[in-house]
């Protein structure tokens, strides 16, 4: 039964997907700001959180930000400004999906089960084998089953649901230009409805992270009018 925590400070919402999300064979717990949103992530065994952004006093972007930075706890964020740089805002500090209200509590559902699916999928596939791959590259280390992402001296650097899964694609697809549709397809499948820039946003936090030497070319290369290439190469242990 995935446990859902869903932080909103308006009683209507927290009730009626308390309610949808139970009905639906969930478990909920609910928080109203940040200092509820971190003890529950503290004391509970959460699964993933439904952030609004705007919450009274700090916000839906900085709660994010802080849990992103020692969490990988999927997140989806409820905003009522239907803005794309809203939603790239929240795509650049770590969360998983973006929802702009109104909107219909199934929708929520749906993209609610896509972010667990794809964050357990591969435990699940791994699980019944009995080796653990990993992929190194360019000094960085990626366990497949543990989701983590680790360099030479074994440091851990936090990936959200998001990241990981494009930089899974890139690594089983090195040294291929992949267009930014193959992208999306390959990871959120090919029903999934994006905004243009979600993949771009994706491809610049996941620059950020691994390229720790300035002097060094970036590993993921744009291909102008084309898409993106990851350059190293990929081995498997």
Request: aromatic share 6%; hydrophobic share 40%; with cysteine.
């Amino acid at each position: 039964m995935p446990h859902i925590l869903v932080v909103d400070d308006e009683e209507d919402i927290r009730s009626l997907l308390t309610g949808f999300f139970r009905r639906h064979g969930h478990e909920v717990s609910v928080a109203t700001n940040g200092e509820s949103l971190f003890e529950a992530v503290e004391h509970e065994q959460i699964d993933l959180v439904i952030l609004d952004v705007m919450l009274q006093g700090e916000d839906g972007f900085s709660l994010c930000r802080q849990l992103r930075a020692t969490s990988k706890i999927p997140v989806i964020m409820l905003t009522a400004v239907a803005d794309h740089v809203d939603r790239v805002v929240g795509l650049e500090i770590g969360a998983d999906d973006y929802l702009v209200k109104p909107f219909d509590a199934r929708e929520l559902l749906a993209r609610v089960k896509a972010v667990l699916r794809r964050t357990t999928q591969a435990d699940t596939t791994i699980s019944s084998t009995p080796t653990r791959p990993v992929l190194t590259f360019a000094g960085w280390r990626l366990d497949i089953a543990r989701r983590e992402l680790r360099s030479t001296d074994n440091t851990l650097t936090i990936l959200s649901s998001g990241e990981f899964d494009l930089l899974l694609v890139f690594a089983e697809h090195a040294q291929r230009m992949l267009t930014r549709d193959q992208l999306l397809d390959m990871t959120r499948g090919a029903a999934y409805e994006a905004f243009d820039r979600s993949i771009d946003v994706q491809v610049a936090r996941l620059r950020r992270k691994l390229d720790t030497d300035i002097n060094v070319e970036s590993v993921i290369r744009t291909v102008r009018g084309g898409g993106y290439i990851f350059t190293p190469v990929v081995r498997r242990r």
